[in-house]
Structure formats: structure tokens, C-alpha cells
């Protein structure tokens, strides 16, 4: 098995960026796909990024996705950052048998 | 418009079983996996199983391996996940979601998810 590890929070001004890792410990961070999910409070997710950097429809473009193999690690990074991206967001990926949701990081936009 | 409507929520005792469903509309149910995935109060979220289109591959998380059994139905459209030898660590509000793929262990995502229902162990 395998864990992903994200920042506890990140807090950035309206308009800026920010960058969120996830770093994938017990494998490669290439050896599957990175999906990310974002969860407002009191409601259920949704996925913002999935296949490492493609964007459902209805996504901004704002929103943007990576993968580093060097340091096996994914990151979601959101640009022009508005109040309505503040939210909890998870990364996941799986292995051969299971599906592993990363440790979750609180986006504050001050 | 895809809905996934979870239910069978509710208090149980530790050591107890609770049946929970999801009734699945608005897309062709057996054309895709789904899932359960849960989070507990406060908490971030944790995958707890999921099951191809046909229930040929089914997978659990190590922490419920053994007493949960996930299965669907698939002329009814719904999805369901036995629990048993309930734990208070089982407190939680499941989910239901879509998969984007035929099955659970692929190169799939959630692209829908229900609003949850709520399980509580407690004594």
C-alpha cells in the first residue's frame, strides 16, 4: 500500500496562485494516474483535475494539474484565486487493488 | 442528470450490522464501477470499496476487509454495502460515487457522487 501526503493549509489573497503537493510515498508518483477533488463544506466533492492535468468540463481554466517523478509528487495548482475556491482539496490515485485519497488541504483565501 | 441517492444510514451499536443502498439514475448503471467512500466527522475522506460493472473485481480498504461486503444489482440500478462487526472508528458519512470506467481498479475517476448518508456507532 501507499500514502499520499498533502500540506495541513495553504492561505493566499484573492487573485494570486497557489500551489497545493501531494506526495506519494511506497511507489511512484507515475505508477498511476492523480485525480483531484474539491469539497466545499457541506457538500459532497467534485473532481477538478483528473488523469494528472485534464480538466472536466465546467472546470476553469484556473485550475491546473502536474506531476513531478523526480520527487514522486502531484500538485494542483489554481491561479486568480477567487473566494469561492476556498474549500478542502484531496488528491487520489490507486494502486493494483486499492484507491488512496490523500491527507486533505484547507485552501483559505484571505 | 445523473443521481445517486444513498440510504439504510442511521445509529447502530458496536458489533451490529447496517445495510446501505444507493439508487442510481440518469445513466446506464452496468456500463460503469462504483464505489463507497467515507468520511468521518471532521475528517478527510477514505476510500472503503469498490466493484467493476459486473462484480467480476471487487476491492476493500484494509480497515474494513472482512467485514464489509459491497455488491449491486444491476437490473435495479442500485448499489449496496454490507457492514458488519460494526466499530465507532465506522462513524462516518458514506458516499456513493460513479467511476468514469468498467472497472473499479483502472485509470478511472468519480465524476458523480451521491450526498451521503450517515452511519454512528455508538453505544
Known amino acids: 500500500n501507499f500514502m499520499l501526503t498533502q500540506p495541513h493549509s495553504v492561505s493566499e489573497s484573492p487573485g494570486k496562485t497557489v500551489t497545493i503537493s501531494c506526495t506519494r510515498s511506497g511507489g511512484s508518483i507515475a505508477y498511476s494516474y492523480v485525480q483531484w477533488y474539491q469539497q466545499r463544506p457541506g457538500s459532497a466533492p467534485i473532481t477538478v483535475i483528473y488523469a494528472d492535468n485534464q480538466r472536466p468540463s465546467g472546470v476553469p481554466d484556473r485550475f491546473s494539474g502536474s506531476i513531478d517523478r523526480s520527487s514522486d509528487s502531484a500538485s494542483l495548482t489554481i491561479s486568480g484565486l477567487k473566494t469561492e475556491d476556498e474549500a478542502d482539496y484531496y488528491c487520489?490515485?490507486?494502486?493494483?487493488?486499492?484507491?488512496?485519497f490523500g491527507t486533505g488541504t484547507k485552501v483559505t483565501v484571505l | 442528470e445523473v443521481q445517486l441517492a444513498e440510504s439504510g444510514g442511521g445509529l447502530a451499536q458496536p458489533g451490529r450490522s447496517l445495510r446501505l443502498s444507493c439508487a442510481a439514475s440518469g445513466f446506464t448503471f452496468d456500463d460503469y464501477a462504483m464505489h463507497w467512500v467515507r468520511q468521518a466527522p471532521g475528517k478527510g475522506l477514505e476510500w472503503v470499496s469498490g466493484i467493476s460493472w459486473n462484480s467480476g473485481s471487487i476491492g476493500y480498504a484494509d480497515s474494513v476487509k472482512g467485514r464489509f461486503t459491497i455488491s449491486r444489482d444491476n437490473a435495479k440500478n442500485s448499489l449496496y454495502l454490507q457492514m458488519n462487526s460494526l466499530r465507532d472508528e465506522d462513524t462516518a458519512l458514506y458516499y456513493c460515487a460513479k467511476d468514469t470506467k468498467f472497472h473499479y481498479d483502472s485509470s478511472g475517476y468519480y465524476d458523480y457522487w451521491g450526498q451521503g448518508t450517515l452511519v454512528t456507532v455508538s453505544s
Open positions: 487520489q490515485s490507486y494502486d493494483s487493488t486499492n484507491h488512496v
